[in-house]
């Protein structure tokens, strides 16, 4: 059985409190509020994409995309996010990076279905690890590793 999934409004009380608010749930599943897993939940996002983890970190583009709690038995995405290069040699040139993110595991590993621009035609990876979690705000560092082979 397909769950009925229905778009929720954005908390604006929450993103006028958090001045980078780069995420929004769009839409959920009926049961989704009795899932431990948030099962259902499905959050489109843009954020910054820099060099390193830090405020003063050089900035080299965006991740735009969506992610999705895809499974009931523990907390695991689908991610679906384009990385945009803006301020790098491969100005305007993407990777996209599409997979199940499993949040149990200290680093996860996912595929990059393709590229435009400067990587046409390559072959990638990614890992990723959580930075930090600040459960206030919301706010979740995560570090993407990019493993790049391009002509």
Not at 27 to 44: E, H, I, K, L
Not at 57 to 72: F, Y
Not at 120 to 146: A, F, K
């Amino acid at each position: 059985m397909i769950p009925d999934i229905r778009p929720q409004p954005i908390d604006q009380s929450r993103a006028e409190k958090t001045p980078n608010f780069t995420a929004a749930q769009v839409a959920s599943a009926p049961t989704t509020s009795q899932s431990s897993t948030s099962f259902g939940n499905v959050f489109v996002l843009i954020d910054m994409l820099k060099l390193g983890p830090d405020v003063g970190s050089k900035l080299v583009g965006g991740a735009q995309g969506l992610t999705s709690s895809a499974s009931d038995a523990e907390s695991a995405l689908l991610v679906a996010v384009n990385f945009v290069f803006t301020q790098l040699k491969p100005n305007g040139s993407t990777l996209s990076m599409l997979g199940r993110n499993s949040l149990a595991l200290e680093v996860r590993e996912m595929a990059v279905a393709g590229g435009t621009g400067a990587f046409q035609l390559s072959r990638c990876y990614v890992r990723t690890r959580t930075h930090s979690i600040d459960r206030t705000s919301g706010l979740i560092l995560s570090e993407y590793d990019v493993y790049v082979l391009h002509y």
